[in-house]
């Protein structure tokens, strides 16, 4: 289903579900491990993009449509972080333009 395609970054849409957690309990995951382990997500989907097109250029059983399928995934996860972080740094943006 279309919904494995974005598994690796099943934690963070895991934290967004949860309900909210108190500032200083324990439960709160911390915004940048989310980010830790969303961007090694992407690594993950990189890597296994990498190595289903060297399979299939060197013959190593993989066809042509996994290949393809592997690097679109990482394609879409690229684009998916790539728009997380332009939307931060907007923020970013935004807040440091404030005057106070």
Known sequence: MQTAAISSLS?????????AAEPGSAA????GDLLRSAVAGVDDLEQQASSAVEGMMQGGGVDIHTAMIATQKEDMAFELALAVRNKAVAAYQQVMSMQF
Do not use: E, M, S
Request: aromatic residues 8%; without cysteine.
């Open 28 to 31: 709160a995951a911390p915004f």
């Open 11 to 19: 934690p963070a849409a895991a934290a967004l579900n949860a309900p």
